[in-house]
C-alpha cells in the first residue's frame, strides 16, 4: 500500500494554512475511505484550549460523526507528521487501515514538538512515572467492568 500523494498533499496544505492563518500548530489530517474525503482536521488546541486537540484526532472525531460510527474500518488517515503516541492510540481504537504521514517524528522534534518523553514514559513502570501515578478503590472500580459484562444491550468496541 503507498498511499494517494494528493490526500498527503491536501494534509500538508491543512497544516501550513493552520500556521499561516494563525489558527494553532503545524499539524493537518485528511481521513479517506474509498477514495474519498471523509474528514478532515487540523491542530486546535491553543484555538480551542483543549490539548487533545490535535489534528488526528479532530479529523477522527470529524469523520466518526459524519459516518455515525465509533469505527473508521475501510479508512485510512493521511497525516501532515508522523503521529504522536496519543494520536497514534487513538488511529489504533478507531481502526484506521493505514496511516500515511509526512515529516517524522525527529522533524516534529527539530521544530520544538518533542514526544520522546511520552514513549519513555510509556516504558516506565507505573511508580517511577514522572507525574505521580496510584491504584486507588481497586476493588470497588471493578464493579464497573462487572456491569458491563451483566449489560445486554452492550455495544463491544
Given at each position: 500500500?503507498?498511499g494517494?500523494?494528493?490526500?498527503?498533499?491536501?494534509?500538508?496544505?491543512?497544516?501550513?494554512?493552520?500556521?499561516?492563518?494563525?489558527?494553532?500548530?503545524?499539524?493537518g489530517?485528511?481521513?479517506?475511505?474509498?477514495g474519498?474525503?471523509?474528514?478532515?482536521?487540523?491542530?486546535?488546541?491553543?484555538?480551542?484550549n483543549?490539548?487533545?486537540?490535535?489534528?488526528?484526532?479532530?479529523?477522527?472525531?470529524?469523520?466518526?460523526?459524519?459516518?455515525?460510527?465509533?469505527?473508521?474500518t475501510?479508512?485510512?488517515?493521511?497525516?501532515?507528521?508522523?503521529?504522536?503516541?496519543?494520536?497514534?492510540?487513538?488511529?489504533?481504537?478507531?481502526?484506521?487501515?493505514?496511516?500515511?504521514?509526512?515529516?517524522?517524528?525527529?522533524?516534529a522534534?527539530?521544530?520544538g514538538?518533542?514526544?520522546?518523553?511520552?514513549?519513555?514514559?510509556?516504558?516506565?513502570?507505573?511508580?517511577?512515572?514522572?507525574?505521580?501515578?496510584?491504584?486507588?478503590?481497586?476493588?470497588?472500580?471493578?464493579?464497573?467492568?462487572d456491569?458491563?459484562?451483566?449489560?445486554?444491550?452492550?455495544?463491544?468496541?
Open positions: 500500500m503507498q494517494n500523494p494528493i490526500f498527503m498533499e491536501k494534509a500538508i496544505a491543512l497544516a501550513t494554512e493552520n500556521v499561516t492563518s494563525g489558527h494553532g500548530g503545524p499539524f489530517a485528511v481521513i479517506v475511505r474509498n474519498e474525503i471523509v474528514a478532515t482536521g487540523v491542530n486546535q488546541v491553543t484555538a480551542t483543549d490539548p487533545t486537540a490535535h489534528g488526528e484526532i479532530v479529523a477522527i472525531r470529524n469523520a466518526c460523526s459524519a459516518l455515525e460510527s465509533f469505527q473508521l475501510g479508512c485510512e488517515i493521511y497525516t501532515s507528521c508522523e503521529p504522536c503516541p496519543m494520536c497514534l492510540a487513538a488511529i489504533y481504537w478507531a481502526r484506521c487501515d493505514a496511516i500515511f504521514f509526512g515529516s517524522c517524528a525527529a522533524d522534534a527539530a521544530a514538538f518533542d514526544d520522546a518523553f511520552l514513549y519513555e514514559e510509556l516504558k516506565r513502570p507505573i511508580d517511577q512515572r514522572t507525574i505521580p501515578t496510584h491504584n486507588l478503590l481497586r476493588e470497588k472500580a471493578l464493579s464497573s467492568f456491569a458491563w459484562r451483566a449489560q445486554a444491550g452492550r455495544i463491544d468496541y
